[in-house]
C-alpha cells in the first residue's frame, strides 16, 4: 500500500505546490504523520505553526490519504475561517485597542462558535455549518461550508493553535515597531494575552494531541509570506496591496507569539515537525 500513498501523495503536493517530492522523503517524512493520526486511538487534532509553513499543504495531504487509504474521513476546521466579522473588530478596535482591527491574533476568532462545532462533531450532530473567511475582503463570506457527513478524524489548523499565554516579562517587553509605537500602554498585548490564558486554552484542552510544525526562525516567515501571497491566486489582490512593507507590519502583529511558540511548543506538542528554511521536513519527534 506504500506505493501506492507515495505516488498519490507526489501527484497531490506537484498539484498543489509545482513541486516534486523524492519517494524517499516521503516514506521518510510525511507517511509517519499520516500513520501517527491513522492508528491513533484519539481522533481530535490540532496542527499549529506560523504562517507559510505549509500547514494547509500538509492537512489537505492527511485529510485526502487517511480518506483514501485507511477509509477515515477528516473534518478540517481552519481557525482562519472563524475570524470575527469586519463590524466586530471594528468595534473592538474602537471600544478596547485600534490594532483589533487587523485579524489574527487571540480575541480575533469566534471561539464560542468553534467550540459550538466541535461539541457537534463530538456528539455526530451533522450537518454542520462552517463559517468561510475570505481574506480579500477581510470580511467573513456570506457562503458557508456545509459538512454533510460524519467524520471519524477532526483536524484543527491553525497559525497559533496550541499556543499557551506568554509570561509577563516577555509579554511587556517590546520587541518591534508595532509594539513601540502602536501598544504603547500593552493594552492590545494583554488583551490577546488574556483570551489565550482562558478562551483558547479551553479550545485547545479539547484535542487529544497537538502537533507543531517548528520554523528555524522567525526571520524566515517573512519570505515564505511573500512567496505564499505570490503562489495564491485567489489572493492576487491582497498581494497587490501587500507589499514588503505591508507584510512586515503585518507579519509584526503575529511576531511575539509566533516566537514564544517556537520556544515553548517544542516541550509542549505530541508531535514536533522540524522544517528547514526551505519549508522542507528534516525530523520529526513524537512524545
Known amino acids: 500500500m ?79 475561517d472563524y475570524y470575527l466579522t469586519k463590524k466586530e473588530r471594528v468595534f473592538l478596535s474602537k471600544n478596547v485597542h485600534p490594532l483589533l482591527i487587523t485579524r489574527g491574533v487571540p480575541g480575533t476568532h469566534d471561539i464560542d462558535k468553534l467550540i459550538n462545532d466541535i461539541k457537534r462533531f463530538n456528539n455526530s450532530k451533522f450537518p454542520i455549518l462552517i463559517p468561510i473567511f475570505d481574506k480579500l475582503i477581510d470580511d467573513r463570506s456570506s ?51 488574556s483570551k489565550l490564558k482562558n478562551e483558547y486554552s479551553k479550545l485547545f484542552n479539547i484535542f487529544d494531541k497537538t502537533i507543531f510544525l517548528k520554523a528555524p526562525s522567525f526571520k524566515y516567515i517573512l519570505n515564505w509570506r511573500i512567496k505564499q501571497e505570490k503562489m495564491n491566486k485567489s489572493n492576487a489582490k491582497i498581494h497587490k496591496k501587500m507589499n514588503k512593507k505591508n507584510l512586515i507590519n503585518f507579519i509584526e502583529h503575529y511576531e511575539k507569539i509566533t516566537k514564544y511558540m517556537l520556544k515553548e511548543l517544542p516541550n509542549q506538542a505530541n508531535m514536533v515537525i522540524k522544517v528547514d528554511k526551505k519549508q522542507n521536513i528534516t525530523s520529526f519527534s513524537i512524545k
Open 2 to 80: 506504500n506505493k501506492e500513498i507515495i505516488l498519490n501523495i507526489q501527484k497531490q503536493f506537484l498539484s498543489s505546490t509545482n513541486k516534486r517530492l523524492s519517494k524517499t522523503y516521503i516514506n521518510n517524512n510525511i507517511l509517519p504523520i499520516i500513520e501517527y493520526i491513522a492508528f491513533s486511538k484519539k481522533n481530535k487534532f490540532l496542527i499549529g505553526g506560523s504562517q507559510g509553513i505549509g500547514k494547509s499543504t500538509l492537512v489537505n495531504i492527511l485529510k485526502k490519504n487517511l480518506q483514501i487509504f485507511y477509509k477515515k474521513k477528516v473534518l478540517v476546521l481552519c481557525l482562519d
Open 143 to 193: 457562503r458557508i461550508k456545509k459538512e454533510i457527513s460524519k467524520a471519524d478524524i477532526l483536524i484543527l489548523e491553525g497559525w497559533c493553535c496550541g499556543a499557551s499565554d506568554i509570561k509577563s516579562s516577555y509579554l511587556l517587553k517590546n520587541i518591534n515597531k508595532l509594539e513601540k509605537n502602536r501598544d504603547k500602554n500593552t493594552i492590545w498585548r494583554k488583551y490577546y494575552n
